[in-house]
């Protein structure tokens, strides 16, 4: 288990009462059951090991890290004898304006959908990272960490039964999401941190269908749309038509933006289905800081985690960058205001020069890595050898609607 935050001497520390200044009011701040972050650290680590193709890096330090979170989160997933499902409870997700439920003894909510779908893509890819290990050194790992079959049946099993809750035909944030009350959004428009705005007046965002940043959302950030519907078809849940877009309307007209992180994960979100929308988040993550749209926070340092967001857009949302078992996959669709878009990249060990424009995308080759490399351009295959260049047309993109 990664720790949420730390104190300024290096420790793990996480505060426990945060100060509302416009009430002057100390309230309980639960955030250390934000059990997620492990999630980031071995997302992290296996896109490591997909872009870079390091096996050794993946028999060492990538499996040994994928193994100890799997097993974290796997302690934390339970078996409901009356559901038949694997329930996460007691946590906190991504969005810092719902820690617990109205009214209840003690914080934590139960079966965040972004905790319990990142928990099975974190199992397969445990399983998978086995896999692609040789053979003595995954033999070594399992008997240095004493891993049994017995452990990763188990992870196989909570990997096809593990709970998600629906709600109005979109995912629901957590269970008892829809018995919450609907915010009126036109007394609060406008209203960053809706958290103080509603303690203020002896209120609780708890209560409401609002939230500060992404959320559900975030599973979307990460993960593109075909793997979310895999992992849900694979737990039972066949999405149905339009879930996804459904689900992104549906949070996003929920939303407040109290973190500039929120607007860097709606601008990834909204890339394919409402360019326009996406640059409008993207513009605003760039000017956060400059304009200060927190009210006061800029006095303390600029927002590094929303900046290197907003060179990601750039690099691989806007490009639609993914690295898979076939190759590396582009399907860009850029916003009218990018005209063109040119970058170095490094993948599997070769540098990769990037030009795109609405019209077309060329990709050429240093003389280096292997001696060939597999690219996957709108669904047309290419071999790209050592020195090569290879240009490829683009489909007219849809117009938002």
Same mark, same amino acid.
């Given at each position: 288990?990664?720790?949420?935050?730390?104190?300024?001497?290096?420790?793990?520390?996480?505060?426990?009462?945060?100060?509302?200044?416009?009430?002057?009011?100390?309230?309980?701040?639960h955030?250390?059951?934000?059990?997620?972050?492990?999630l980031?650290?071995?997302?992290?680590?296996?896109?490591?090991?997909?872009?870079?193709?390091?096996?050794e890096?993946?028999?060492?330090?990538?499996?040994?890290?994928?193994?100890?979170?799997a097993?974290?989160?796997?302690?934390? &997933?339970?078996? %409901?004898?009356?559901?038949? +499902?694997? $329930?996460?409870?007691g946590?906190?997700g991504?969005?810092?304006y /719902? =820690? #617990?439920?109205?009214?209840?003894?003690s914080?934590?909510?139960?079966?965040?959908?972004?905790?319990?779908?990142?928990?099975?893509?974190?199992?397969?890819?445990?399983?998978?990272?086995?896999?692609?290990?040789?053979?003595?050194?995954r033999?070594?790992?399992?008997?240095?960490? &004493?891993l049994? %079959?017995?452990?990763?049946? +188990?992870? $196989?099993?909570?990997?096809?039964?593990?709970?998600?809750?629906? /709600? =109005? #035909?979109?995912?629901?944030q957590?269970?008892?999401?829809?018995?919450?009350?609907?915010l009126?959004?036109?007394?609060?428009?406008?209203?960053?941190?809706?958290?103080?705005?509603?303690?203020?007046?002896?209120?609780?965002?708890d209560?409401?269908?609002?939230?500060?940043?992404?959320?559900?959302?975030?599973?979307?950030y990460?993960?593109?749309?075909?793997?979310?519907?895999?992992?849900?078809?694979?737990?039972?849940?066949?999405?149905?038509?339009?879930?996804t877009?459904?689900?992104?309307?549906?949070?996003?007209?929920?939303?407040?933006h109290?973190?500039?992180?929120?607007?860097?994960?709606?601008?990834?979100?909204?890339?394919?289905?409402?360019?326009?929308?996406?640059?409008r988040?993207?513009?605003?993550t760039?000017?956060?800081?400059i304009?200060?749209?927190?009210?006061?926070?800029?006095?303390?340092?600029?927002?590094?985690?929303?900046?290197?967001?907003t060179?990601?857009?750039?690099?691989?949302?806007?490009?639609?960058?993914?690295?898979?078992?076939?190759?590396?996959?582009l399907?860009?669709?850029?916003?009218?205001?990018l005209?063109?878009?040119?970058?170095?990249?490094?993948y599997?060990?070769?540098?990769?020069?990037?030009?795109a424009?609405?019209?077309?995308?060329?990709?050429?080759?240093a003389?280096?890595?292997?001696?060939?490399?597999?690219?996957?351009?709108?669904?047309?295959?290419?071999?790209?050898?050592?020195?090569?260049?290879?240009?490829f047309?683009?489909?007219?993109?849809?117009?938002?609607?």
């Amino acid at each position: 288990m990664f720790p949420w935050q730390s104190g300024s001497d290096g420790r793990d520390e996480t505060q426990r009462f945060h100060l509302n200044p416009r009430s002057g009011r100390w309230t309980p701040d639960h955030t250390h059951l934000q059990r997620h972050v492990g999630l980031a650290v071995a997302y992290n680590a296996w896109q490591h090991y997909a872009i870079t193709g390091d096996v050794e890096f993946l028999a060492g330090t990538g499996a040994h890290l994928l193994v100890e979170i799997a097993r974290f989160f796997a302690s934390v &997933a339970r078996l %409901d004898p009356l559901s038949g +499902r694997y $329930e996460i409870k007691g946590v906190m997700g991504p969005d810092e304006y /719902h =820690d #617990g439920y109205p009214g209840a003894a003690s914080p934590g909510l139960d079966n965040n959908a972004y905790t319990n779908i990142m928990t099975v893509w974190l199992l397969l890819r445990t399983r998978e990272a086995l896999d692609l290990m040789p053979r003595r050194a995954r033999e070594d790992l399992r008997r240095r960490l &004493a891993l049994t %079959d017995v452990e990763t049946e +188990r992870w $196989e099993d909570i990997t096809r039964r593990m709970r998600v809750d629906f /709600h =109005d #035909g979109v995912i629901s944030q957590f269970t008892g999401y829809e018995h919450l009350a609907e915010l009126d959004w036109d007394r609060h428009r406008g209203v960053r941190r809706l958290d103080r705005a509603l303690e203020a007046e002896n209120d609780s965002p708890d209560r409401y269908r609002a939230s500060k940043q992404a959320d559900v959302l975030m599973l979307f950030y990460l993960l593109t749309a075909r793997e979310v519907r895999q992992i849900l078809d694979r737990l039972g849940y066949p999405a149905a038509p339009g879930l996804t877009r459904r689900t992104i309307r549906y949070y996003l007209s929920r939303t407040c933006h109290g973190s500039t992180l929120s607007a860097v994960v709606h601008a990834w979100v909204l890339a394919r289905s409402d360019r326009t929308g996406s640059w409008r988040f993207f513009t605003e993550t760039l000017t956060g800081d400059i304009t200060d749209v927190q009210g006061g926070t800029t006095a303390e340092g600029v927002h590094l985690g929303a900046m290197a967001g907003t060179l990601d857009l750039v690099q691989r949302c806007y490009l639609d960058l993914e690295a898979r078992p076939d190759g590396l996959h582009l399907n860009p669709v850029l916003p009218e205001q990018l005209t063109t878009l040119s970058l170095c990249l490094r993948y599997r060990g070769a540098e990769l020069v990037v030009d795109a424009d609405p019209a077309r995308v060329r990709i050429a080759r240093a003389d280096d890595g292997p001696t060939a490399l597999d690219l996957v351009v709108h669904g047309h295959h290419a071999r790209l050898r050592r020195g090569d260049s290879r240009t490829f047309p683009l489909p007219e993109p849809k117009r938002d609607g």
